[in-house]
């Protein structure tokens, strides 16, 4: 009976010493998974950036010839960026490992209904606008946005957002008469 409560007593101890130590590594883990987001957000932050300087067209270019991230990877630190814009303290939310992986890395393409597919790049390319949104929002509007821009980038800026604009227009009353 003795040597079973010394065995009992030394498993128990055991067995406190190695929740000690999966406690303190949950820690741990969480600790370097919030400073693996808030990298991401920094990163993705400096993409921003450089994609704004240089300008339109060459950023996918400056990205291959600079930089060892391929652009999928690019484009999914600069979502994380404009998210954390969007939610101030993402990396403060952060709560598990699952949780941070889901925030690296956005989940797949749900089905779309009735038709067994993906909406692919239409559901890209609306989260990617709404985005670009978001992120001019922070910046201050459109004013804080373009600030210290040239007046040849604010006239090539203009021509291609009117540009969208009457496309947008036209994709509107298309579908609108799909739909109907």
């Not at 814009?85 to 889901?102: A, H, M, Q, W, Y």
């Not at 373009?146 to 009117?162: I, K, P, V, Y």
Request: hydrophobic share 35%; net charge negative.
């Amino acid at each position: 009976m003795e040597t079973e409560l010394a065995l009992i007593n030394g498993t128990q101890s055991r067995l406190e010493e190695l929740a000690t130590r999966i406690n303190e590594g949950h820690e741990r883990c969480l600790k370097h998974a919030r400073r693996t987001v808030q990298d991401a957000v920094e990163i993705g932050q400096d993409l921003i950036e450089a994609k704004r300087l240089c300008g339109h067209g060459s950023f996918m270019a400056w990205i291959k010839a600079n930089c060892v991230v391929a652009q999928d990877q690019a484009n999914r630190y600069m979502r994380i960026a404009r998210k954390f814009f969007s939610e101030k303290n993402l990396p403060e939310t952060i709560r598990s490992i699952d949780e941070t992986i889901e925030a690296l890395n956005p989940p797949e393409e749900e089905p779309g209904p009735d038709t067994g597919q993906g909406f692919g790049n239409c559901e890209a390319f609306v989260a990617e606008v709404n985005n670009q949104f978001l992120w001019i929002r922070e910046q201050g509007g459109i004013a804080g946005y373009t600030q210290g821009w040239t007046s040849q980038q604010l006239a090539f800026f203009l021509e291609n957002l009117r540009r969208f604009h009457e496309g947008f227009g036209r994709w509107i009353e298309e579908l609108e008469g799909i739909s109907s």
